[in-house]
């Protein structure tokens, strides 16, 4: 076959076409595109079983006997289940306080950080002011900083202020977060200014803009701080060590020491804990993953 060709002088020149693709070729094709589809998937399945093997241990671990949590080689599947386990924790330590304070740590410094992180940024993204951007990349420096290197007068102040052994020293310390800051504000930075103008144009305050506009434009951003720091205060360890000293205001990271004497290990037990710890957090990515992976994906945009 061949296509013709006008040229300037109006001559008609005639071209061969490209040969047609064979249909081998397009097998073949076919097959490497499969084949690659199965390795990538292969390789996806590898890291995936990587990373849920701790996890899997952990759960068979929390219905062994102590003495059974260690063999080598690692018992897969328990010559003896002992189910009591999920049962006794509940009583041999106050699970239930422990969690109740988790939670309750776990929800007020979430909603402060979100509050705070979201209103800072604003700022920091929709306001013109002098030293705005020197400001800001000070208060970012910050994540730089090791915690160690300022948790001693961290806990001078508070002993001051006699918040020691309270969760208030706990909330006021983490509050606030540099990271939020800088999360909600590459999300903010892809919201056209030209709202902010016209809000700003129908009298809309500042206030009203970030409340009324901003926010409700925000939400996968939100509900990724809000899960990043939901998260992070769950799992934290060496804030309540260091704070708090009743054993009625541990959370249940702390608590989980319980199970560790002065000579031995309840092994079982802590692995039954450590289940029951993850659970929430279990339950908290699956209700706000969606917006999770929408508000981290969108925050890099701009900036």
Do not use: C
């Not at 001559?11 to 064979?22: D, G």
């Not at 915690?147 to 001078?156: E, K």
């Not at 899960?227 to 702390?254: E, R």
């Amino acid at each position: 076959m061949s296509t013709t060709v006008l040229r300037k002088d109006s001559t008609q020149v005639s071209e061969p076409s490209p040969p047609p693709v064979s249909r081998k070729a397009v097998h073949r094709q076919r097959a490497l595109r499969a084949v690659g589809r199965v390795l990538l998937y292969t390789a996806l399945a590898a890291v995936a079983l990587a990373v849920l093997l701790p996890f899997v241990w952990t759960l068979v671990s929390s219905v062994k006997a102590d003495r059974d949590v260690f063999t080598v080689p690692v018992e897969w599947i328990p010559r003896e289940f002992h189910w009591d386990n999920y049962r006794r924790i509940w009583t041999d330590i106050p699970l239930a306080a422990y969690l109740g304070n988790s939670l309750f740590l776990s929800v007020v410094i979430t909603f402060l950080q979100v509050l705070t992180g979201s209103f800072a940024a604003y700022g920091f993204a929709k306001m013109r002011f002098p030293g705005r951007d020197l400001l800001f990349t000070g208060y970012i420096a910050t994540i730089a900083v090791p915690w160690q290197a300022y948790m001693i007068p961290q806990y001078i102040i508070m002993q001051k202020l006699d918040l020691v052994n309270t969760h208030l020293s706990l909330i006021l310390l983490q509050a606030f977060g540099a990271f939020g800051v800088f999360l909600m504000r590459q999300f903010y930075l892809t919201i056209p200014d030209e709202i902010s103008e016209a809000a700003r144009l129908d009298g809309l305050t500042e206030y009203g803009i970030w409340a009324r506009i901003i926010l409700p434009l925000s939400k996968p951003a939100l509900a990724g701080l809000a899960l990043l720091t939901f998260v992070q205060t769950w799992n934290d360890y060496m804030g309540p060590f260091i704070y708090l000293t009743d054993n009625s205001l541990w959370t249940v990271q702390l608590g989980l020491r319980s199970f560790i004497g002065q000579y031995d290990a309840q092994y079982a037990m802590i692995m039954t804990g450590s289940v029951l710890s993850v659970l929430p957090i279990l339950v908290v990515f699956l209700l706000g993953q969606r917006y999770f992976v929408r508000g981290i994906a969108t925050t890099g945009v701009k900036g």
